[in-house]
């Protein structure tokens, strides 16, 4: 069970890490339009509520190859915001 606690963790911090990026970016821009920074912050919302879902579903038979895949998808959806942010 470490795994999916780490997991959960992980989680946490990856997608936390965005939304304090864009806050900091809010902070150092307050020039500029906080439409596209909320948006983001949404986003990672909705993405943490989602794969928390996913890590905390019992009906999987492979739970290895189901967190693999989570971590996979995390990677990935953290790549794409973290892009978001940097076009701010």
């Given at each position: 069970?470490?795994n999916?606690?780490?997991?959960?963790?992980?989680?946490n911090?990856?997608?936390?890490?965005?939304?304090?990026?864009?806050?900091?970016?809010?902070?150092?821009?307050?020039?500029?339009?906080?439409?596209?920074?909320?948006?983001?912050?949404?986003?990672?919302?909705?993405?943490?509520?989602t794969?928390?879902?996913?890590?905390?579903?019992?009906?999987?038979?492979?739970?290895?190859?189901?967190?693999?895949?989570?971590?996979?998808?995390?990677?990935?959806?953290a790549?794409?915001?973290?892009?978001?942010?940097?076009?701010l």
């Amino acid at each position: 069970m470490a795994n999916k606690r780490d997991l959960k963790k992980d989680i946490n911090y990856v997608l936390g890490d965005i939304i304090e990026e864009v806050y900091i970016w809010e902070e150092n821009n307050p020039e500029k339009d906080r439409k596209a920074g909320e948006v983001i912050i949404d986003e990672a919302i909705t993405s943490f509520d989602t794969f928390m879902a996913r890590v905390s579903d019992r009906t999987v038979e492979n739970s290895s190859k189901h967190f693999k895949t989570i971590r996979e998808d995390l990677e990935a959806t953290a790549k794409s915001l973290a892009e978001k942010v940097n076009s701010l």
